[in-house]
């Protein structure tokens, strides 16, 4: 009788024993992300301005000394408005000698008249010479061309005066003096800058490698540096053949999608490029897991709440992410810690606040 007990009390020992072996996994907290597919690569991030796209700079049309400057730098300014003069003297004493010149040719045509109507007369009546009569008539068609001579001097002095006062032809703004009072400058020297406002552009400086793959797949992400909220898109209008000889880079410029009223003549800007690429991951380099020769991650069950292994095809990586070309479906949650104490099947915890 004793010995069956004791077979019994072995027997409930060894029972008890196989219930602790087979105890489960206990569950773990994990940490992770939801997988987000990328269609843009970022090519990176540039400072620049927001410029007009049309600037001219005006000169006078006669050399001569600035006697004042009417606006400043900043200024906005009308069509006809006056920005800069010179010393009028030169031009004054050309036209009172113009005008001296015409007064002299205008008298001239009346005493050239009056010569031919009497000639022409005495022509008439028979006691005139016919040599006589050419020569009034000739005379007259003579002093009729000076006459018209000295009026378009007149005239040419007039707009010469005219000149002397520097006009903008159009509204704009002005950004640039490239000379001041009391400089003395010739005929077509540049002196000031006009830019348009009502059309403005992102202008950037790019380096020579990324200008060289720019193409119509490219997209401008343009922002305020002040306030990042305030944004637009652009696309490539303009890129110059040439880099810089100094700063080896070429300057792009933008045609903005949208003009926020934020931006005004040298505000200045960030400049993201990205360009449409095959549909992708980026997730933390610490969600890899490779081993035997191969790449993969694990994915959380969310019904079950249980980690499986999947394997990825890796595309680039960087110290501190990689991206995954296929193995991961956008939405899945991936687990981003961890990775190598982790079994098939595993329980886990996930936080429903961890980054996405």
Not at 2 to 10: D, R
Request: glycine content about 8%; proline content about 5%.
């Amino acid at each position: 009788m004793k010995a069956i007990t004791f077979v019994l009390g072995g027997a409930l020992l060894l029972v008890g024993c196989g219930k602790q072996a087979s105890a489960p996994e206990p569950v773990r907290p994990v940490l992770s992300v939801i997988a987000q597919p990328q269609v843009q690569a970022n090519l990176g991030r540039f400072a620049g301005s927001i410029q007009a796209r049309f600037e001219s700079t005006l000169g006078f049309r006669v050399g001569g000394r600035i006697a004042r400057r009417w606006v400043d730098v900043g200024s906005q300014v009308q069509p006809g408005d006056v920005l800069a003069s010179l010393d009028p003297t030169d031009q004054r004493n050309q036209l009172r000698a113009a005008e001296g010149d015409l007064a002299k040719i205008q008298a001239q045509w009346i005493n050239a008249q009056a010569n031919a109507r009497r000639q022409q007369q005495l022509f008439d009546r028979g006691v005139g010479a016919q040599a006589q009569l050419d020569i009034a008539q000739t005379d007259l068609k003579t002093t009729g061309a000076s006459l018209k001579q000295a009026r378009a001097a007149v005239d040419q002095a007039r707009d010469q005066l005219g000149y002397s006062e520097l006009k903008a032809d159009h509204g704009a703004v002005v950004t640039n003096w490239q000379a001041e009072a009391g400089q003395t400058v010739s005929a077509g020297q540049a002196v000031v800058t006009l830019a348009r406002p009502d059309i403005k552009e992102a202008v950037i400086d790019l380096p020579t490698s990324l200008a060289e793959q720019l193409n119509t797949q490219l997209q401008f992400l343009v922002a305020s540096q002040l306030d990042p909220d305030i944004n637009t898109t652009a696309t490539l209008r303009e890129l110059e053949p040439q880099a810089d000889a100094t700063t080896r880079t070429r300057r792009a410029r933008l045609t903005l999608v949208d003009t926020p009223n934020a931006f005004r003549l040298g505000t200045a800007i960030s400049v993201t490029l990205t360009s449409a690429v095959s549909p992708r991951t980026e997730l933390p380099a610490s969600a890899l897991l490779e081993s035997d020769g191969k790449t993969r991650v694990w994915v959380v069950d969310p019904q079950q709440k249980t980690v499986a292994t999947r394997d990825v095809k890796l595309l680039e990586r960087t110290p501190g992410s990689v991206v995954l070309a296929s193995g991961v479906q956008p939405g899945e949650r991936v687990v981003t810690a961890g990775v190598n104490s982790l079994k098939p099947g595993q329980k886990v915890i996930v936080d429903e606040e961890d980054p996405q």
